[in-house]
């Protein structure tokens, strides 16, 4: 059992992913027909997994209603609206306009009036918490707060025509043999903000992402870590 | 302050432009979306353009207003315009924004001869690396089931190296890295993207590295673009929104600031 | 010496003219091709041949030329070449055949850019211009009878299908379908597999016809094994895996020296706050595939912090957007029931967890993963109801609103060294110690980048030049 349980995962695990890291410098046909087969079954596999997650939500939304637990109510919308796009969904044939007519079904309706709406509706309350956090975080408490605060500033001005009108007609004011070194332009000293500092820093940050991700990869590739095994022995070595 | 007031107050604010439009001066064009610009006004007419909407109704409110004028300016260009995305909870939506561009546009525009809903599909790099192969294998039908063989503008457009331009509008994966990856780089096809101001930054490697001629940012890149095609769509008129929303923001930040300090004093 | 008759002499004149004009006059010799090359188009799939010759001539600005195709063998089923009589030509039109050195081989070395050097091609000669063309075997020879097949079985199969036909008979034609794509599939390798015969052609202002020039060749491509443009990114992974090992083996005789981060110090806090405030836990595990390489790091550290909640006895509810995640947090979390799956939907499973947050005030949130533009929602709602925040995510454009949200925030690396460090593993130590011997030695690649490419611009001749061969020399790899 031992061999069923432990080596033979950790074996599929190794094996596998050695030829499809090998598989990258091998130019051949059947190794992209490879590639192409399994993705396809990753693909397959991620589709099952709905089943999963639907029985996830009935689990525990049903249990919650069945018990009457504190927000039931919230559970009995989910479930109503999860059966009415079900009903929706499978009476058109998931299809949201005829193709024919082009008649939007009762499935287009509930996208166009109820889903998108209502996602676009919590995308917009981001803009509210960006001015509660702003408020919260860019105070003058030491110089690094300050450097944050100066180019929030300068960015958040950047982006705006009037700011940028107003910055032209205080610049053109000045002493014109200085001019030279003053940037008439705001776009431009948002464009240097964004293009070389925040770049400079994000790039070094990517290079780690990029060596933490591959040291990750080739841990679970050389059978380092195995989380696939489970909480047994904690999946590790 | 508290946070509900911040909100009322910003909430107010916002609204208030649109019932009084302000148009507020000092709209400058960034380098970024004059060279898409540019390269779209620079085109033949009749090249090929394969725009990507990468993305679904959550991010429509800066999406949608750059999709709208690039689109209008590929349909005054008299470009053929292939359509496609790679999320497929945002397709419903894709194809009423087209299809109102197309209605809406000042010469007649045609699906199947101007342009073509090719349908959306969920498998990221495996589509645009499909597409380089073979449109009609990835792609057999379009939006309204007609066979891509039967579509007289696609008997001459077998594969993505047929593109003149590929446009990725989107803010996440898959979506304009995608493409820059594994159509852009791999087929040397010239690339441009439209994306979030949130997601600008993660794309300015590319723009710098010359693997994207140009960026639109956010409702102000689409306000640029409308202003160089001199549109007057919802990206220029939700500036005044924007820039009143802009000053409220540093005001409330100098007032808390104000506050601290006087605070700090007593 | 009698003169000779003044009839002879114009003849003689006249002849003597004659001679240079008729050679102006007369058919000008074909214009050469040097070092004419034709064959299979090295480290691909297959399916592409590839042209190559010089030419050293200006030619004449109505000078039309094309490489000639024609089909000669094919294989069989059983992959025996079968030859053609009178097989399909088709030709391809090299861009320009101009004498500027710059703008042929700037397009034939920029197909090699940012390749290694054992992959660049022969250095063009300065003084004769290189052509290189492309030839991809199914553009130029599609199978048109299988694709024609498809395209009207679709047809056929859609007519069926409008028309209400019986279940049966639309079966039986997609079935057909199936077989007739199977079928196209198999012409398209025969095309790649086939034999072919290239020749170069010419045609000047004046000329009925295109004329050969240069040889016949007769090629076939042939799919390649290994990619050697790729092989640098081979010996680098190599490498990194072997000090992968060197380091994880050296570290089970003697666990290296890890320095703690406050935001690694934050994670057992905000277990511990939970346990004594009687609240629950929220972690979260955010992605946008199950494949992702964060997915697997989030993950792991997932369940270290389950082991130790549930050691403290905290309670903890994990949320999930991707049902496959919580497949596989089920398996890693002490607590499987803890896991929850809520919607596929960004903004939704957003308003879900806010909500969750909203009601169930937890002592801390725990945010692992990529994020998008829900991570300042769900930071900015957690810390309104009072919640303990750390982040670890490799977000670069959502790390600004975590650090601005949040009480402690992993970026970048930091989250795929969360969870060795939290462990105390000393296999997760020695990788940890891989990990930043590598990025030592990339940092140290580009300091000395950086340090060359400074002087290359701003050092004097010839020390510039020097630099810049020098950068030239690191680009070559």
């Known amino acids: ?237 | 302050m508290g946070r509900r007031r911040i909100f009322l107050l910003l909430a107010l604010v916002m609204w208030l432009p649109m019932v009084h439009p302000f148009r507020f001066p000092g709209l400058s064009v960034t380098s970024s979306v004059q060279a898409l610009h540019d390269r779209i006004e620079n085109l033949p007419s009749g090249a090929n353009i394969l725009v990507s909407f990468d993305f679904n109704p959550g991010t429509k409110a800066e999406l949608e207003p750059q999709a709208r004028a690039i689109l209008r300016h590929a349909f005054k260009r008299r470009l053929t315009v292939l359509v496609l995305g790679l999320w497929p909870d945002g397709w419903g939506m894709t194809q009423r924004i087209v299809r109102d561009c197309a209605a809406t546009a000042k010469l007649p525009v045609k699906e199947g001869r101007d342009f073509i809903l090719l349908g959306s599909q969920l498998g990221d790099l495996n589509v645009s690396l499909g597409l380089g192969q073979d449109i009609a294998a990835v792609f057999p039908r379009d939006a309204r089931g007609i066979p891509l063989a039967d579509i007289p503008p696609l008997r001459h457009i077998r594969t993505l190296k047929d593109m003149h331009l590929i446009v990725s509008l989107g803010a996440g994966e898959p979506g304009p890295v995608t493409w820059v990856m594994f159509a852009g780089d791999r087929y040397r096809i010239p690339m441009a993207a439209g994306t979030t101001s949130g997601n600008v930054s993660a794309l300015q490697p590319y723009v710098q590295g010359g693997q994207l001629l140009g960026l639109v940012s956010g409702m102000k890149g689409a306000a640029e673009y409308e202003m160089l095609t001199k549109e007057d769509g919802s990206a220029t008129r939700g500036m005044d929104s924007l820039t009143l929303g802009a000053f409220l923001l540093i005001g409330l930040v100098l007032l808390a600031n104000v506050n601290d300090w006087r605070k700090g004093r007593s | 010496m009698p003169k000779p008759p003044v009839r002879v002499l114009r003849l003689a004149v006249l002849l003597l003219l004659a001679a240079p004009l008729s050679a102006v006059l007369a058919d000008p010799a074909p214009p050469e091709l040097d070092d004419l090359w034709a064959g299979d188009s090295p480290w691909d799939d297959g399916g592409v041949i590839a042209v190559r010759w010089h030419n050293r001539q200006t030619d004449p600005f109505d000078r039309f030329w094309r490489a000639e195709i024609t089909q000669i063998a094919l294989p069989d089923g059983q992959g025996r070449m079968q030859p053609l009589e009178n097989g399909p030509m088709s030709w391809l039109r090299p861009q320009r055949m101009a004498t500027d050195f710059e703008a042929q081989t700037t397009p034939f070395l920029h197909e090699y850019r940012g390749y290694p050097f054992w992959c660049w091609p022969p250095v063009p000669d300065p003084h004769r211009d290189t052509h290189y063309l492309r030839m991809d075997l199914l553009t130029l020879f599609p199978p048109r009878q299988e694709q024609e097949e498809v395209a009207l079985q679709r047809k056929e199969i859609d007519r069926l299908k409008s028309s209400g036909s019986p279940h049966e008979q639309v079966r039986s034609a997609e079935q057909e379908l199936v077989r007739k794509e199977e079928a196209l599939i198999l012409a398209r390798a025969r095309v790649r597999a086939g034999r072919y015969r290239v020749q170069m052609k010419y045609q000047d202002a004046g000329m009925g016809k295109l004329e050969p020039t240069g040889a016949a060749m007769e090629v076939s491509a042939t799919p390649d094994l290994f990619n050697p443009c790729r092989a640098n990114n081979l010996l680098f992974s190599l490498l990194l895996m072997a000090l992968i090992l060197v380091s994880v083996a050296s570290a089970r005789r003697r666990k290296p020296f890890l320095k703690t981060l406050p935001a690694l110090e934050a994670i057992p806090e905000a277990v511990r706050r939970a346990a004594a405030l009687g609240r629950p836990l929220l972690c979260l595990v955010r992605t946008d595939s199950f494949l992702t390489l964060p997915t697997f790091a989030s993950l792991s550290t997932l369940g270290e912090v389950s082991a130790r909640a549930s050691e403290a006895g905290a309670r903890m509810t994990v949320p999930h957007i991707d049902p496959l995640v919580m497949a596989a947090a089920e398996e890693l979390t002490a607590r499987p029931g803890d896991n929850v799956f809520v919607t596929g939907e960004q903004f939704a499973f957003t308003a879900a967890v806010t909500g969750t947050m909203a009601r169930e005030k937890p002592a801390s949130c725990l945010y692992l993963g990529s994020y998008g533009a829900e991570s300042l929602i769900l930071a900015e709602t957690g810390a309104a109801s009072g919640a303990f925040q750390v982040a670890a995510t490799d977000s670069v454009d959502q790390m600004p609103f975590l650090v601005t949200a949040c009480d402690h925030v992993l970026i970048g690396e930091e989250l795929f060294a969360a969870s060795a460090a939290l462990s105390g593993d000393p296999a997760g130590a020695g990788t940890l110690r891989a990990q930043d011997l590598g990025k030592a030695l990339l940092a140290g690649f580009l300091l000395c980048g950086a340090v060359v490419a400074t002087g290359a611009a701003l050092s004097p001749e010839p020390w510039s030049r020097w630099m810049a061969r020098l950068m030239d020399l690191a680009g070559a790899f």
């Open chain 1, 1 to 237: 059992m031992g061999f069923l349980k432990r080596r033979l995962p950790l074996l599929l695990c190794v094996g596998t992913g050695i030829v499809f890291f090998l598989q990258y410098y091998v130019p051949h046909p059947l190794s992209q027909r490879l590639l192409s087969e399994a993705s396809t079954w990753v693909a397959i596999v991620g589709a099952f997994a709905v089943l999963l997650g639907l029985a996830s939500v009935l689990k525990t939304h049903v249990g919650r209603l069945a018990s009457v637990r504190a927000g039931w109510g919230y559970s009995l919308v989910l479930l109503m609206a999860m059966a009415g796009m079900t009903v929706l969904g499978t009476s058109c044939r998931f299809q949201d306009a005829d193709p024919v007519s082009g008649r939007v079904t009762g499935l287009g309706w509930a996208y166009t009036y109820v889903l998108s709406p209502l996602n676009a509706t919590v995308f917009a309350t981001l803009g509210f918490y960006v001015a509660s956090a702003a408020v919260r975080t860019f105070r003058l408490k030491s110089l690094e707060a300050g450097l944050l605060m100066a180019t929030a500033l300068i960015l958040v001005f950047g982006r705006v025509p009037l700011a940028e009108a107003l910055w032209s007609r205080l610049t053109t004011h000045y002493d014109p043999r200085q001019a030279a070194s003053i940037p008439h332009s705001l776009n431009s000293v948002t464009e240097w903000i964004v293009g070389v500092p925040t770049l400079a820093a994000q790039r070094g940050i990517l290079f780690g992402v990029a060596l933490g991700s591959l040291v990750t990869a080739l841990k679970v590739i050389l059978g380092l870590d195995r989380p696939y095994l489970g909480m047994g022995d904690k999946g590790k070595d």
